[in-house]
């Protein structure tokens, strides 16, 4: 199966705090694999699933599990790294531009046209909470209109304070296939300039490579099948699951034998 490889660098600086992460990508049609550390989250036809690698072991704990018509999570499953599966199209580390496109109210106010031959296209918009946003998509014709930047300002509230968020996008076109080189994220107060978060994501070692399908599967990893699987495993006994289900076995011939041994007194007592 022909896959997509890639990294995924990421910087975030908050409150003076800088943590640094890379995770790796595999993308082949539907199924989508995010690898950080020694956790990976995939996305495939039929749900998601979460397993974490046990080095002491060396066998993989599945971590969570969902099929795609039973839980949001399922859908989405990688939400808070929609830059590193959706570089060309994320816009936060939640939304894509497919979802702010479908606000509860969109309303295109005006488009220019830059000598670079960029255009921006000023936009109001209402979300489903009615919180207001003001912004500006700058769009990229030569690139399929891929969007190199976004900025909007959400209004003021009664409990929250007005906050400009803006994006930067830098394409890479030398080759066949468009790629997304960086991704420049801020977010500030509108109203004071402070900058409240600053994320800087690079992307790097695209390739395509031919992949075992299995991999994007729970077999792969030598865990039950999703039919056999936990739907959701709570976070107290995700990592011991299978201990529960031998101790259950475990009970059940327990009482089995329990149960033959007062048969058998029984019997004796009635011979007697």
Same mark, same amino acid.
């Given at each position: ?62 971590? !969570? ?8 999570? @399922? !859908? ?30 969109? !309303? ?12 921006? $296209? ?7 909470? @009615? ?46 296939? $468009? !790629? ?42 030598? $865990? ?49």
């Amino acid at each position: 199966m022909l896959t997509l490889h890639y990294r995924c660098h990421i910087e975030t600086t908050e409150a003076g705090r800088t943590v640094k992460k890379t995770g790796e990508i595999m993308r082949s049609g539907e199924r989508v694999m995010f690898i950080l550390g020694d956790t990976r989250v995939c996305k495939y036809e039929e749900g998601a699933f979460a397993v974490e690698h046990n080095k002491q072991g060396d066998q993989w704990l599945l971590r !969570r599990y969902a099929r795609v018509d039973s839980q949001d999570w @399922a !859908r989405n499953p990688f939400e808070g790294w929609t830059f590193a599966i959706h570089p060309l199209t994320a816009l936060s580390t939640r939304d894509q531009i497919r979802i702010e496109l479908d606000a509860p109210v969109f !309303r295109p106010t005006a488009v220019s046209f830059r000598s670079n031959g960029l255009i921006d $296209l000023t936009f109001a918009s209402e979300g489903a909470e @009615a919180r207001r946003k003001n912004g500006t998509i700058t769009v990229s014709p030569q690139n399929h209109y891929a969007v190199v930047k976004w900025t909007h300002t959400i209004a003021k509230t009664d409990t929250s304070a007005p906050i400009k968020y803006s994006f930067t996008r830098e394409i890479d076109d030398s080759g066949m296939t $468009l !790629r997304c080189k960086s991704v420049h994220a801020v977010v500030t107060h509108a109203e004071t300039g402070r900058e409240l978060t600053v994320r800087k994501i690079t992307y790097s070692d695209y390739s395509t490579t031919l992949t075992d399908p299995s991999e994007f599967t729970l077999n792969y990893y030598n $865990l039950p099948t999703p039919s056999e699987a936990p739907e959701d495993i709570p976070a107290s006994q995700r990592s011991s699951w299978y201990w529960w289900v031998g101790v259950g076995t475990v009970c059940v011939v327990l009482s089995l034998v329990v149960a033959r041994i007062a048969r058998r007194r029984s019997s004796n007592r009635r011979s007697a």
